[in-house]
């Protein structure tokens, strides 16, 4: 399980998260819709400390890491608990797809490579991509790239996947690919928190939707509910930007 | 007066040049290899933002940068056996070699240390985050993912630097030195074939030069070869083209 509680962080002036209250139980897929600049990402990079926040904690399980300052061992703790598949991928662009999932393996958890190589290439074959495993990121598409971040994540065996807008950098024709490389995994009863534009798939694969504006929790539910009956004026608002034309009538 | 062009000279120039060549590649080798050793101790303050280490790293790097190479020679060689003095330490008689070894590994010290925080700084922050994602301490995440990356963007302009290096020697003769140059005013004064003496000079700069550029090229492509785009686009590079500049900053981090 993990719980977020107060969560708060402020850039210069502007208070970009205020007091977030979040729980995501095991197994569940959380989606988290919002306009630019509500904060969805900043929440995200807190829950793994890229971002540190200013006050609130970041429980999972039973380990708590709090405020600004935790020591180094709770960071690192956290980190190893948790992974992130990130818009731009990110990934080694020095070290092969199959190098760049051993990495986390050999020299975080200290596996021996033997296996470690075992597990990437599974994850890998996973993905979709086991005759790539010797591509560098620079001979693979951006869905292929990002199917290589999900695989990296995916094999640290975190408890919690942290998505933010995975397909948000992608050719139109590539996103499909990566979306239903995270259905699949979102079935297999990984937890995950997901940021995406993509309501198809929110409404599809989510269990519960977030939306955020101004960095608040505007209001939560089931797709259904959030899609078909928004209780908040903002979030109504925010769909019918989104998805202009009523495609909720089924 | 000079005498009449004889293209026989440049010949006739070009080994009593190359006897001196040693001394001219002695300069650069050692002041290079000086150079990656303070120019790397320079960078630390200013990598981990150290706060007044940081300061006297920027004022020295400006003042190599700022002042002309021919200066720094002289303030070297007069002003150092000064300072020296104070702590009795006694340089007078070392032989001019050292100071103009020690001003270049100075300047190129100086220079050094700008490649390699603007090497540093050119590697994506993205791969940064993703290694700290998984887990990766700040001195995994530096020997992994930073230094192998900074060390194939900093090829091109280490390049640059140790033929500027190379080039910057020819100065040393005004303190009296016997290299190549040296050599050259020597020949030039004896038989009055001044022209002859330098285009045999040049052309031995330039084959160096070239030598060392096509090293150089084939070193990035060798340490890049994980990036298919960059190394073709290396192999394409003619060779009349100065070394590729490369980007300095890399794209901020934050994505989203
Ligand atoms: N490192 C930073 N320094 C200063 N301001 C920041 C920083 N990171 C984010 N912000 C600001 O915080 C606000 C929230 O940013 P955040 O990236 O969390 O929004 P978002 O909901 O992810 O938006 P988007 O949908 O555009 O990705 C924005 O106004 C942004 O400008
Ligand atoms: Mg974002």
Redesign the pocket.
Known sequence: MIQLSGLSKT??T?Q??KEIDLTVDKGEVVVIL????????????CINYL?RPDAGEVRIGHLAVQGKHPSRRDIHQLRQRTAMVF?QYNLFKHRTALENVMEGLTVVQRIPRSEAREISARMLEKVGLGSKLDHYPGQLSGGQQQRVGIARALALNPEVILF??PT?ALDPELVGEVLEVIRRIAREGITMIV?T?EMGFARDVANRVVF?DG?IIVEEGQPEEIFQRPREERTRQFLQRIMPEPNYSI | MSRRFDIQYVFEFIPKLLAYLNITLLIVGSSIVLGLLIGLIVALPRLYNTPVLKRLSQLYVSFFRGTPILIQLFLVYYGLPEVLGWIHIDVSRLAVLYFVIATYALNSGAFISEMIRASVAAVDRGQIEAAHSIGMSGYQTFTRVIAPQALGISIPLFGNLVIGNLKDTSLAFTLGVMEMTGRSQTLGTATQHFIETYIALSLIYFVISFGLEKGFQWMERYVNRFDGHRSEQMLRASWRRPLRAVPLLGKGG???
């Open positions: 850039f210069g502007q970009v998260l919002g306009p630019s600049g509500s904060g969805k990402t900043t929440m995200l990079r971002e818009q933010d807008e948000s940021v534009h955020m960095g | 934050k994505s989203g």
